[in-house]
């Protein structure tokens, strides 16, 4: 119970040291743009599915959330703002393990198919970082083109990271607004989100400053490292609450909410990405 409730928030607030805001800004307005957009409507589309195919709206948010953001990450932060329900620690778990295992799977046939659409390494690049939900098989898939197709897409995954802030608050007022308590509180203000925001501009002005980044580096390191582990733990015990039979009995629905909610944000950004030339 401390891990889901108390650790995962820290470890999603140490996530902010990933984050540099000048990498950000590098990828242009057009690519910030059509990142957002895809995030957003990637998560409005998922919460509608979820109810068109008969689910709770919090396992659209939670697969939306998971397809927009970060993956597992993301999935453990939208938990804490979505109101409780009858199956929702099953639905976490089992979009959880659909985050992982769907970014393993296109991982492996995201790079054939930018190659076949004639993307260019940078447009490939932030194909991969816009779609790709967890950031190991952002990295693999990248890295696997080429150095620079792999450093594009780490940036624009950094920045979907950084978005996990606004989305989990959005989400939470946008569950709030509709009477449905976040957590604990009406109005959500998670500290660990606040956290996220100030290590993320700790991290910008530290990168900034080469001279203080050999004492800055280690920590920075040591700390990402508990951050990892903290959401290793996280995912861990939520397993401890939930039963396979449980996972199982979700249906096929929610298989296909989470599939489409997959297709929509490759579609969105795929051809944002080719109108952008």
């Not at 604990?184 to 989100?193: D, G, K, L, R, S």
């Not at 990892?228 to 609450?241: H, K, N, V, Y």
């Amino acid at each position: 119970t401390w891990c889901v409730k108390k650790l995962l928030r820290i470890a999603i607030g140490l996530l902010g040291l990933r984050i540099a805001l000048g990498d950000i800004l590098g990828l242009g307005v057009g690519t910030i743009v059509l990142v957002i957009g895809s995030m957003a409507l990637t998560i409005a589309a998922s919460i509608w599915l979820a109810r068109l195919f008969g689910q709770e709206a919090g396992y659209g948010a939670l697969a939306g959330a998971a397809n927009a953001v970060c993956g597992a990450s993301a999935t453990l932060a939208t938990t804490t703002v979505v109101p409780n329900y009858k199956t929702k620690d099953a639905d976490t778990a089992f979009t959880v393990v659909m985050a992982n295992a769907i970014s393993t799977l296109v991982m492996l046939a995201y790079p054939p198919l930018c190659l076949w659409l004639g993307l260019s390494g940078r447009e490939t690049g932030i194909m991969l970082g816009a779609t790709i939900h967890d950031m190991a098989q952002v990295v693999g898939a990248g890295y696997a083109v080429s150095d620079d197709v792999g450093n594009t897409a780490v940036v624009v995954k950094l920045f979907r990271v950084f978005l996990l802030l606004p989305v989990v608050l959005a989400i939470g007022w946008w569950f709030a607004s509709r009477g449905g308590k976040a957590g604990e509180a009406n109005v959500p203000a998670p500290v660990f989100a606040l956290v996220f925001l100030a290590l993320a501009l700790l991290n910008t002005a530290a990168m900034a400053m080469p001279s203080i980044q050999p004492l800055y580096l280690p920590v920075k390191n040591l700390l990402s490292e508990v951050s990892r582990w903290g959401l290793l733990l996280s995912i861990a015990a939520l397993g401890l609450g939930t039963s396979v039979s449980a996972i199982l009995a979700v249906g096929w629905r929610h298989v296909v909410v989470f599939l489409l909610a997959t297709i929509l944000i490759l579609a969105i950004v795929t051809g944002g990405v080719i109108l952008l030339r």
